[in-house]
T-cell receptor
Framework: GENVEQHPSTLSVQEGDSAVIKCTYS??????FPWYKQELGKRPQLIID?????GEKKDQRIAVTLNKTAKHFSLHITETQPEDSAVYFC??????????FGTGTRLKVLA | EADIYQTPRYLVIGTGKKITLECSQT?????MYWYQQDPGMELHLIHY???????EKGDLSSESTVSRIRTEHFPLTLESARPSHTSQYLC???????????FGSGTRLTVV
């Protein structure tokens, strides 16, 4: 069946460094790719998304890139700060209204 | 404020009890979803609804049931709670294709 692989499962970076999280999807019909951030004890929140007709999207310190041919998409966080520490989930659309989530990446930013 | 609300936030209940987890949204979204998630771990879709009187089972087998009698309300019911049901249950809603989800704050259920 369709799935989304997400790597790495844990990531530690020094404050100020960049962090990259990668996802691979299997459903060639997927056309929408959101990223969620979930802080400890809180709900997942949408932080950025990208549609299949766009290769890159940026919002301040975060950016997402999409390679439809390779079925890869990645989240890039620059100038990381301690408040970026959280679990990040990628997702790919499945059908019209559902998403398949990746298994999550626990990011720890070391001060 | 338009949002999605879940109650209770925490629930500890004995084995065999019937429970209903409440989810309501004030955003006018047609699509609503229930996910099961152990804290910080993968999200598993257990039920979804595309509108009133429309409900479907998700990917993860679940002994729960849902109903959608009103657009804004999507409760989840466990007829007989078991320790294996201990988890966090997240409700979400969506405006439609490519709109992403808005998640509720979740109900953390413990069955003893």
């Amino acid at each position: 069946g369709e799935n989304v692989e997400q790597h790495p499962s844990t990531l530690s970076v020094q404050e100020g460094d960049s962090a990259v999280i990668k996802c691979t999807y299997s459903d060639s019909a997927s056309n929408y790719f959101p990223w969620y951030k979930q802080e400890l004890g809180k709900r997942p929140q949408l932080i950025i998304d990208i549609r299949s007709n766009v290769g890159e999207k940026k919002d301040q310190r975060i950016a997402v890139t999409l390679n439809k041919t390779a079925k890869h998409f990645s989240l890039h966080i620059t100038e990381t700060q301690p408040e970026d520490s959280a679990v990040y989930f990628c997702a790919a659309s499945r059908g019209t209204y559902k998403y398949i989530f990746g298994t999550g990446t626990r990011l720890k930013v070391l001060a | 404020e338009a949002d999605i609300y879940q109650t209770p936030r925490y629930l500890v209940i004995g084995t065999g009890k019937k429970i209903t987890l409440e989810c309501s949204q004030t955003m006018g979204h047609d699509k609503m979803y229930w996910y099961q998630q152990d804290p910080g771990m993968e999200l598993h879709l257990i039920h979804y609804s595309y509108g009133v009187n429309s409900t479907e089972k998700g990917d993860l087998s679940s002994e729960s049931t849902v109903s959608r009698i009103r657009t804004e309300h999507f409760p989840l019911t466990l007829e007989s709670a078991r320790p294996s049901h201990t988890s966090q249950y997240l409700c979400a809603s969506s405006v439609g294709q490519g709109g992403g989800y808005t998640f509720g704050s979740g109900t953390r259920l413990t069955v003893v």
